[in-house]
C-alpha cells in the first residue's frame, strides 16, 4: 500500500471517528437555581362570547433535563376591577395549578388587578383589557417561502384609525406541536387593511390551522417581542446570552423573589382554517 494511499486512509479514518464521536448525547452538569414562582395569567374574551370562564396557571421554574413542571396547590388567586370587584379562581381540580372562575366579567379599556397570595407572600399586577379588529378573510399561497413551494396564510383585519394598537398572533396547526407566534404594532399601517402572516415547510394541504389574534397593551407587545426573539436565536450567534425577562407581575412582600410570567388581558377573535 502506498504512503499516500495510507495518508488518505489515515484522513478518512479520523473523520469518521469524528463524525461518530458527534452523535453521541452530552448532558452537561448545569447548576440549578431555586424554583421560582411562575404565572400564566392571561385573560381572554373571545368576541361574541360571555367572557365569564377564565383561568390562571400557577407553576413553578424546574432544572433544564426535568420534562416535569411542578404546579403549584394552595394560592389565594383573585382579579378585581377598578369598582373593586373581586373575580376569584379557585382550584376546582387538586393539584392541577389551574385555578378556574366562572363569573369574569370582561370590559374593553377596563384596569384589572391580579393578587396571588402564596407562602406568606403577594404577588400582583396591573393590565388594561384591550380590545381588537376582528378577522375579515383568510388567503393562502401555494408558492410561498425561499423557495417558492411552502404554503403561506395571510389573515385579514382592518386597523382602526387614530388609535395605537398592539397586536399577537397565535398561529397553531395541527401537524405541528408548538404554536407560532408574531407581534406587531400598527405604526405603518394605522387606520388601514393589515394582515398576519404564516408559514412552514411541514403545514400541507388538508391540517387544520387555529388561528387566533389578541389585542395586547404596549408593554405585553414589547414582552412578547422579546420572548420571539429568543425563541428564534434572534440575538445572532454572536450575541450575549439573554437575561430572564422579566413580566409586570410584583413581589409586594419581597421583591427579590419575583416571579415570572405575565397578567394580560386580551379580547381576540379566532378563526379555524382548512389548509386547502
Known sequence: M????????????????????????????????????????????????????????????????????????????????????????????????????????????ETYVMTVSLNGETYTATETLKSVAPITHIEQNNEGGFSGDEIEIKTYYNDPALVNNYYLYKYKASSLSIPYFGVD????????????????????????????????????????NKLILIAEGGGGPFSTPPATVRGNIINQTNQNNYALGYFNVSETDFRNYLIQ
Open 2 to 109: 502506498s504512503k499516500s494511499f495510507l495518508y488518505i486512509f489515515s484522513i478518512i479514518a479520523i473523520v469518521l471517528l469524528t463524525l461518530t464521536s458527534c452523535e453521541e448525547v452530552v448532558h452537561v452538569d448545569l447548576d440549578t437555581a431555586a424554583p421560582r414562582l411562575v404565572i400564566n395569567g392571561s385573560i381572554q374574551w373571545q368576541k361574541g362570547t360571555a367572557g365569564n370562564e377564565q383561568k390562571i396557571k400557577l407553576t413553578t421554574t424546574t432544572g433544564f433535563y426535568d420534562p416535569n413542571i411542578p404546579t403549584v396547590s394552595g394560592a389565594v388567586v383573585f382579579v378585581t376591577n377598578s369598582d373593586n370587584v373581586a373575580f376569584n379562581f379557585t382550584e376546582e381540580v387538586p393539584n392541577s395549578g389551574i385555578y378556574l372562575c366562572h363569573n369574569f366579567i370582561p370590559e374593553i379599556d
Open 185 to 224: 404594532e400598527d405604526e405603518f399601517f394605522q387606520g388601514n387593511e393589515f394582515f398576519a402572516y404564516f408559514s412552514h415547510e411541514d403545514v400541507k394541504s388538508g391540517d387544520n390551522l387555529d388561528i387566533t389574534i389578541y389585542g395586547v397593551s404596549k408593554r405585553y407587545y414589547e414582552y412578547m
